[in-house]
């Protein structure tokens, strides 16, 4: 598949309709031929503890790296609220994030 874009996401929500969308969002790109990268800072380090009786986050999550995305999370947020890293939420730094934002032809912020 050629890439067509490169997308950075940056979700700093943990409102859950916000990074169900983010995602929903984040799984199109993928499969239309775009390299995504999202980024979890702040709040959307909690991305995995917000689902509710409408908005299935941790599974668009996993829907968008089944589809090829990449996920990356900011290592100081997760520790300050006592997280461990886990295969949705990685440890990264904010090197990475900058990689992301300089890389990336677009960059959109949830």
């Given at each position: 598949m050629i890439t067509l874009m490169k997308l950075g996401i940056v979700i700093y929500s943990n409102d859950?309709?916000?990074v169900w969308n983010a995602f929903r969002l984040a799984s199109i790109a993928?499969?239309?031929g775009d390299s995504v990268k999202v980024?979890?800072?702040?709040?959307?380090?909690?991305?995995e503890s917000i689902d509710t009786e409408k908005f299935d986050v941790k599974n668009q999550a996993q829907s968008?790296?089944?589809?090829?995305?990449q996920?990356?999370?900011?290592?100081?947020?997760l520790k300050l609220r006592?997280?461990?890293?886990?295969?949705?939420?990685?440890?990264n730094s904010i090197t990475d994030l900058y990689t992301i934002i300089a890389d990336?032809?677009?960059l959109l912020t949830f």
């Open positions: 859950a309709e916000t993928v499969k239309k980024f979890l800072l702040g709040k959307g380090v909690e991305c968008f790296l089944d589809a090829g995305g996920i990356l999370a900011c290592t100081t947020c006592q997280q461990d890293a886990t295969a949705v939420c990685p440890y990336s032809d677009k």
